[in-house]
């Protein structure tokens, strides 16, 4: 008989969980309902909610409404928004995870002082990525944002440092990136870093490889934009190369259910619990047919 087993670590994290709710408390009670983006990087949670009446608006679509109720996500939101939301007299449902909240709040204070007006506000994360879009817009625009680990040799090291992180980033590229600015950094001038990353995705990376490792194979859900998807994807990827990143259920190719003997489904912090058990059982049904 083969084995399958979901991931009992994997599926919605707190912030996520608490916009969901208030998107579905908010449907609930009738009346339109917009979310400022996608509520969640995974396609089958956001066509849920989109049947419930949950109508996905972007940024310009945003700035045209008026008495109007819209649902900010836990990705959060630069302060344009809510002056946006003012103007227009649009009743704001904030959803902002309190992880990116808090970091919102740190970033907007070190800009806000005046002890060093040559220091350079750095950002670990993805450029465009809607979490950033809030952090950088809390300076103004002025905050500097590094991909990756590569690109920390662009900054100016003869300038002081305060250095934040997306809270979906890497905790090991973290630490690579400040002990490289510590290496560099000129004698004359401050770095100070912040370990903003949200601990339910760095504390998943150690049980995921465990569990990616103890499976003949791994089929791991996760929507193509998500930033924590992709990080814990490869982590499984590292301890077993039979880890497949898919979307849906519609995406399994039956061939490969037939070389093994145990089978792990795990998903990103945006990936909703039902779709893993939908994958889950799906896997079973066609287990069913090839040896029954």
Same mark, same amino acid.
């Given at each position: ?55 996905? %608006? ?25 002056? #946006?939301? @003012?103007?227009?007299? #649009? ?41 950033? *879009? ?5 300076? /103004? ?5 590094? !991909?990756?680990?590569?690109?920390? @040799? ?6 002081? $440092?305060? *250095? ?8 090991? !590229?973290?630490?690579? #990136?400040? !002990?490289? #600015? ?20 760095? /504390? ?30 490869? !982590? ?5 190369? /039979?880890?497949? *990143? $898919? ?17 792990? %489904? ?8 039902? *779709? ?17």
């Amino acid at each position: 008989m083969v084995k399958v087993e979901i991931d009992k670590g994997s599926g919605f994290c707190s912030g996520v969980v608490n916009a969901i709710k208030k998107a579905e408390e908010e449907l609930a009670k009738g009346g339109t309902l917009y979310c400022l983006g996608d509520i969640v990087h995974n396609n089958r949670e956001v066509e849920r909610l989109e049947a419930m009446g949950l109508i996905t %608006i972007n940024h310009e679509e945003f700035a045209q409404l008026h008495h109007a109720k819209v649902l900010l996500r836990a990705h959060g939101e630069p302060p344009e928004t809510y002056e #946006i939301a @003012r103007r227009n007299h #649009i009743e704001i449902i904030d959803a902002t995870c309190p992880v990116v909240l808090h970091l919102q709040k740190k970033i907007k204070q070190e800009h806000a002082l005046t002890d060093d007006d040559t220091k350079q506000i750095v950002i670990y994360g993805k450029n465009g990525h809607a979490e950033v *879009l809030g952090l950088v817009g809390q300076t /103004n625009g002025q905050a500097i944002v590094i !991909e990756n680990p590569e690109e920390v @040799r662009l900054l100016d090291f003869g300038r002081s $440092i305060r *250095l934040y992180s997306q809270t979906t980033k890497s905790l090991e !590229e973290f630490r690579h #990136i400040v !002990e490289y #600015i510590r290496s560099h950094i000129a004698p004359h001038v401050t770095f100070e870093f912040h370990d903003t990353i949200c601990r339910k995705v760095a /504390n998943r990376i150690p049980n995921i490889r465990q569990f990616a490792a103890s499976h003949d194979l791994l089929f791991f859900i996760s929507g193509k934009k998500s930033s924590n998807g992709k990080i814990l994807f490869n !982590e499984c990827l590292s301890v077993n190369p /039979n880890s497949y *990143l $898919i979307e849906s259920a519609d995406e399994i190719e039956t061939p490969l259910l037939m070389r093994a003997a145990s089978i792990g %489904i795990s998903g990103a912090t945006s990936t909703p619990k039902w *779709l893993m058990e939908v994958v889950r059982d799906t896997i079973i049904a066609r287990i069913s047919v090839i040896y029954y």
